[in-house]
């Protein structure tokens, strides 16, 4: 693809799951610091990387990630008003934090460059995922360029299908929901990120999945290094703020006697307030002999705390609220808190507390998507909230950001294979996860209020699921301590943050994030048995407060009845400009919605008119059969006999011989329009015309028919047809 006068283009391709990828830099997007498209099937994916000068006054660093979802790459226009692509929905979302998680502990410890990674969907074929070409594009377009960045890394997605595990399976298997859907990301030599749903597998099954996808992974790296080889650039020098030796044991020996002191307090707030109080107390004097680095003295500070909390988990056994590695701390779970929601449930363990309230609805409740993918609804939302009062904070009320969306994603994964199948329990589901008090793992409280929410609401769920967060901390000789149910201080100065939900016989979900450079298998082996352990505590806990779901619904949540109708009847259910079925939900008061395969779900509150609604559709649908005695109405009269409408929509005729002994001179004399009567189907002929008779039923004639003169009978349907058709064309004209 190169041209006079352009730099060349270099390409690197790797098979797999038997199919290629390619990574192409040199062609597109030159002005980057890195560009790579990535291709894989007909899904391609241009990811740039770029950076900026540092910027002062910053404690951290400055890291983007964005995916960008481009409609046209499915072939599809935006949804709204404005036909455009606006703010980035839930899957993009989740694309990247994908990006964002395993390549953040990679870059310099003090890099304070502006970082920013954009991968831009421009295909989609929707079979092979492009947030997976989003994760390894940004490792290589970041090993590619002049940014320092400790990779490559490589991800892949593994499946479960028919008992065997898959490499990269195809996006429509993963959305319908198969045993496994995991991400991993990796570095030659250990795993950094993972993400999962799962039907209920075992730790064991788990670990297999997790070196397959290393396989993988390793092969991915190569291709990134071969690209990098031929079009890399050299990394630029990073110049970080040296040591100032004799000021950082000047602050260690005041500081420290202050942080142990203030680690000591078991209560988080009190702890806070103690550590908040350490520079205040040593600030001073150290400030009288280097008045110039008010800054450096808070930086040393805060390293000083994390070294000491590290030290006391590591040599003294202790965590900062008294703790072992392996205990959880105090749990407590109620139900039923909340009189008109439909169920609702409160977990604490801790000082972490979380309200989760589970609301039923009906399919016009279902979430609308309007992406990339194939999926266009979703019948189950799990929504979370972590408002400032949860940590004692002050600040603005916004829309729910990134680390919202994905708590709450990730707790809706561990749930959804355990709700029932929607033709058992036909409800759109609705959780919101209230976050009251915040001290670490808010995310794995809210699957256990989760829980304990939609069983209160008497959903049926195959089992119960808990969730617990796992930690680590390494020393420097090698040295590492698994820390069961981490609290946030642990998270902040932790290597490790790794969430496990699942039932009690097996895994539903996995979120790791780690702040070190990888996780042996070892150390994941550990991880996950600690996570069980603590999972079927905390099962135990919940269960005694609701053991399993409730065997009614609460009085406010909808009653929806199924039925099941020929789809060939739709038609008449909805009739013409939906006269019927707007008919049948105003004299009910009940919401109907009708499938393509012929389930019609009605709901309501009230029962008895779900129940009335459901026998107006089934009057509708209903077959007239001979032999069968109906009540319906007089809809009309003629001469010869009466008309009657047996069946919504569906009229038979009583000759005037039927309807009562011997022949009545009118028919008249017998009946009016709108009178009731009970009548038998004699027969239906070829035409389909229904003929009736009172014969044999109360107050019906007991004799011999009358004979039927030969000019009364009732017209034949061909009669009608051309006597229609003569008048709608006028008499013939006369020839000229």
């Not at 989003?134 to 090993?143: P, Q």
């Not at 004097?285 to 500070?301: D, G, N, S, T």
Request: aromatic share 4%.
């Amino acid at each position: 693809m190169s041209s006079h006068g352009q730099p060349p283009v270099h390409r690197a391709e790797v098979e797999v799951a038997g199919r290629p990828l390619t990574l192409e830099t040199g062609w597109l997007a030159k002005q980057a610091n890195g560009s790579v498209v990535m291709r894989y099937g007909d899904t391609v994916v241009l990811v740039t990387a770029t950076m900026s000068t540092p910027r002062e006054g910053i404690d951290f660093f400055p890291l983007t990630c964005d995916f960008e979802e481009k409609m046209y790459a499915a072939g599809k226009i935006p949804g709204g008003f404005f036909k455009r692509e606006g703010r980035p929905g839930e899957r993009a979302i989740l694309s990247a934090r994908l990006m964002d998680r395993p390549i953040r502990p990679l870059f310099p410890k003090g890099f304070r460059n502006d970082i920013q990674v954009i991968a831009t969907v421009l295909s989609a074929d929707q079979e092979n995922d492009p947030s997976l070409l989003a994760v390894n594009g940004a490792s290589a377009a970041l090993t590619i360029s002049d940014i320092p960045f400790d990779g490559p890394i490589g991800a892949v997605r593994i499946g479960l299908t028919n008992g065997e595990l898959v490499v990269n399976p195809p996006m429509q298997q993963t959305d319908e929901g198969s045993g496994l859907d995991l991400v991993v990301a990796a570095s030659d030599n250990a795993i950094i990120m993972i993400e999962a749903g799962a039907q209920e597998l075992p730790e064991e099954r788990l670990l297999d999945a997790l070196d397959l996808a290393h396989q993988e992974i390793r092969r991915i790296i190569k291709a990134q290094r071969d690209l990098a080889a031929r079009a890399g650039r050299p990394k630029v020098e990073v110049a970080l703020a040296a040591v100032d030796r004799e000021l950082d044991a000047a602050v260690r020996g005041r500081a420290l006697p202050l942080i142990r002191q203030a680690l000591g307090q078991s209560e988080k707030l009190m702890r806070e307030d103690a550590l908040r109080r350490v520079a205040e107390e040593a600030a001073p004097a150290l400030l009288e002999q280097y008045p110039e680095q008010a800054k450096e003295i808070e930086e040393i500070i805060a390293a000083v705390t994390k070294d000491e909390l590290r030290r006391m988990i590591l040599e003294d056994g202790l965590r900062p609220d008294g703790r072992r590695a392996r205990d959880i701390r105090p749990l407590s779970a109620m139900v039923g808190i909340l009189p008109r929601a439909h169920g609702s449930g409160l977990f604490q363990r801790g000082q972490t507390q979380v309200l989760t309230v589970a609301t039923l609805g009906t399919g016009e409740d279902e979430q609308t998507i309007d992406d990339i993918s194939l999926r266009t609804s979703k019948r189950f939302m799990h929504h979370y909230s972590f408002p400032p009062f949860s940590v004692g904070e002050v600040r603005p009320l916004r829309g729910p950001g990134r680390r919202e969306i994905g708590h709450g994603l990730l707790a809706e994964r561990a749930l959804e294979r355990m709700l029932p199948d929607e033709t058992a329990f036909p409800y759109t589901i609705r959780l919101v996860s209230e976050v009251l008090e915040s001290n670490g793992s808010t995310s794995m409280a809210s699957v256990c209020g989760s829980t304990l929410a939609l069983m209160d609401a008497g959903v049926p769920i195959k089992a119960p699921v808990s969730g617990i967060s796992v930690g680590l901390v390494t020393g420097s000789n090698g040295q590492s301590v698994i820390l069961t149910d981490i609290q946030g201080i642990e998270d902040a100065m932790g290597d490790m943050d790794f969430k496990v939900a699942g039932t009690r016989a097996g895994v539903t979900a996995l979120q790791l994030d780690i702040k070190t450079k990888g996780l042996s298998r070892e150390i994941m082996a550990q991880a996950l048995q600690q996570a069980r352990e603590a999972r079927m505590a905390i099962l135990d806990a919940m269960a005694r407060t609701l053991a399993e779901p409730r065997a009614e619904l609460s009085r406010y949540a909808p009653r929806i009845i199924t039925i099941e109708i020929n789809p060939d009847k739709i038609r008449e259910v909805i009739g013409p400009g939906g006269k019927v079925i707007n008919k049948i939900t105003a004299e009910t008061g009940v919401k109907i919605d009708i499938e393509q395969d012929g389930r019609v779900l009605i709901a309501s509150v009230d029962e008895e008119a779900a129940r009335k609604a459901s026998q107006m559709i089934e009057a509708i649908v209903r077959e007239v059969k001979v032999g069968e005695t109906y009540t319906g109405r007089v809809t009309r009269l003629m001469n010869f006999g009466a008309f009657v409408e047996v069946l919504p929509g569906k009229e038979g005729l009583v000759h005037i011989s039927e309807l009562a002994d011997g022949r009545p001179n009118k028919v008249e004399d017998v009946v009016k329009v709108g009178d009731e009567l009970t009548v038998r189907v004699k027969e239906i002929d070829h035409l389909g015309r229904i003929n009736l008779t009172r014969r044999g039923l109360p107050g019906g004639p007991t004799g011999e028919p009358a004979p039927v003169p030969s000019g009364d009978r009732r017209p034949r349907r061909d009669d009608r047809r051309f006597g229609d058709r003569h008048r709608r064309r006028g008499p013939r004209p006369e020839n000229p």
